[in-house]
């Protein structure tokens, strides 16, 4: 006797837009409070973060907030200084990717169908930033690093040139849509030349997406500094940063000293987690 | 009213290249447009209409021929700044898009004003009065002018559009598929907006459109239009009441017997 069967089918629950403003702005709330413990962060480390303060290995929540790592060093004093050190590479990279992104992105976007050298250049620019999507980043880091050396200013340049290629992809898509909008042929009818008309209209038009993507960039970022830094070619030691302080405590992890790692990278996680966040609120303002 | 345009058309033809190899659009098309003049250019979708009024409106490059406004090569003119405001101050083109014919963050007024600012010279001030003078003509509430594009209707987005256009009171005006996508009492209110414009200013018209009654009521001559050459061309009510091409005759008889009896 055949007994009749049903197949159940889980249909894939669709993502729910979020509508609430209020949840909008619960979801920027985390960003908003690391921005504030990078800013006075520093002002309330207890100790000096480069200076040996105490034994070696002491254990948190005693007297010293977060504990002491294998140097005798303040963990807490160590985390709060590397928040505004981390969160200043990631931010200079976020507006270095984020402007070469505009002027590659809208002068690729603007020029890759036109007949002629300056549409041929275009399009050798689009194959070269695909090219460099595909270059391991930490390759990167590690020969740049080694031939200018580990400073602020060659970790921002490094990151954000690895990370530039996203956001010019990213402009290109965006400036291709613009670009056939009636309302640039009108404003061509108005006198404006096409470096004008870029500025007045495609740009603005195409900065929705591209400001939403920017908290992504910094997530990136964030992540990538602290990478430098765990595998020893960011910044200098003793230098607070969260990468070489996780790259540090990890070895006395295995010694049951989880603390030194523990609390650096508790701040890198929630750092990601709060821009996530700030992406999600920003893609639904305009949902 | 200022001094009457004249455009000479000289073998104007357009290729494109697409996937299936090289597509002749237009086919190297000859004739003259005078001040005063409204020509309507009538032919089936794909016929190289569109084509043929971008290359004259000058917002399309030509494959071969040249394009002449008062005996200047329009496609050099646009090369420089100086041109651009020379020619585009003369020539002015309505498309039918009313969707994305304007910016969506910037108001109406601003894009009606710009053209006004940059074109013709006009201070802000004297600017925004030629903006309420010309919405006044269109009959459009100069309170509108302050919304934002997505705020109006299509009809009102039409008008405005031309508004756009006709605050620099252009010699030679463009209209592409201007009312196609509207209701048939905002299309009677266009079309005899766009008439009277070319009678009051002596302003010379390109009416561009698949529908034989609007482009009759409003045009002086017809040209008809097919696989990218104009095969027939005359008054309209020669054209209407005497087509000599096959085409046309078509064309004409499928609108005998519909209650949208072809106007003369």
């Known amino acids: 006797m055949s007994v009749p069967t049903a197949v159940v089918v889980a249909s894939p629950r669709p993502r729910r837009a979020i509508r609430s403003e209020t949840t909008r702005w619960l979801l920027a709330v985390p960003a908003a409070v690391v921005v504030l413990v990078a800013i006075v962060g520093p002002a309330l480390a207890p100790y000096d973060p480069t200076r040996v303060i105490g034994p070696p290995g002491r254990e948190p929540f005693g007297r010293y907030a977060l504990g002491t790592d294998s140097a005798g060093l303040d963990v807490l004093s160590r985390v709060l200084v590397a928040t505004r050190t981390n969160l200043l590479i990631a931010l200079a990279v976020v507006l270095a990717a984020t402007l070469v992104g505009l002027v590659l992105g809208a002068a690729i976007g603007m020029n890759e169908s036109r007949r002629g050298p300056l549409g041929t250049l275009a399009r050798a620019v689009n194959r070269f930033v695909d090219l460099f999507t595909a270059v391991p980043a930490v390759i990167v880091g590690l020969v740049a690093v080694a031939f200018f050396g580990g400073t602020v200013t060659v970790l921002v340049v490094v990151i954000a040139v690895v990370l530039a290629p996203i956001q010019v992809r990213l402009v290109r898509t965006e400036v291709l849509r613009v670009r056939g909008e009636a309302y640039l042929e009108a404003a061509r009818m108005a006198g404006f030349s096409e470096l004008r008309l870029t500025v007045r209209h495609v740009l603005p038009n195409s900065w929705g997406a591209v400001s939403e993507n920017m908290p992504v960039i910094f997530g990136m970022a964030v992540v990538l500094t602290a990478a430098l830094g765990f595998i020893g070619v960011g910044l200098p030691r003793p230098t607070p940063e969260w990468g070489s302080m996780i790259s540090l405590g990890a070895s006395d992890a295995a010694t049951g000293r989880w603390w030194a790692a523990a609390f650096p990278a508790l701040a890198l996680i929630v750092t990601v987690a709060a821009a996530s966040a700030l992406g999600t609120a920003l893609r639904a303002r305009r949902a | ?264």
């Not at chain 2, 971008?54 to 329009?74: E, K, N, S, W, Y």
């Not at chain 2, 090369?79 to 910016?103: I, K, L, N, P, Y």
């Open chain 2, 1 to 264: 009213m200022s001094a009457p345009i004249r455009v000479e058309v000289d073998g104007l033809g357009k290729d494109f290249v697409g996937p299936d190899g090289r597509f002749t659009a237009v086919r190297d098309q000859t004739f003259a447009i005078d001040g005063g003049t409204r020509i309507g250019l009538i032919g089936e979708s794909g016929s190289g209409k569109s084509t043929l009024a971008r290359m004259i409106a000058g917002l399309a490059t030509p494959t071969r021929g040249t394009v002449h406004v008062d005996g200047r090569d329009v496609h050099r003119l646009l090369a420089t700044r100086a041109g651009r405001t020379e020619h585009w101050r003369a020539v002015q083109m309505v498309a039918q898009d009313t969707t994305s014919s304007f910016d969506p963050r910037r108001t109406l007024r601003d894009a009606v004003a710009t053209p006004a600012v940059r074109l013709c010279g006009l201070t802000t001030v004297e600017a925004n009065r030629r903006v309420d003078e010309t919405l006044a003509f269109l009959s459009l509430p100069a309170a509108l002018a302050d919304r934002r594009p997505s705020d109006l209707s299509g009809g009102q987005r039409q008008r405005f559009a031309l508004a756009r256009a006709l605050v620099v009171r252009p010699r030679l005006l463009v209209c592409d598929e201007v009312v196609s996508a509207l209701d048939v009492s905002v299309q009677g209110t266009i079309l005899n907006l766009l008439k009277n414009y070319s009678l009051e200013f002596g302003a010379a018209m390109l009416f561009v459109s698949h529908g034989l009654p609007a482009t009759a009521f409003v045009s002086t001559s017809l040209m008809v239009m097919r696989a990218g050459a104009v095969v027939e061309s005359g008054p309209v009510e020669s054209v209407v009441t005497a087509p000599a091409h096959p085409y046309t005759r078509q064309l004409i008889a499928a609108y005998r017997g519909t209650p949208m009896a072809v106007a003369s």
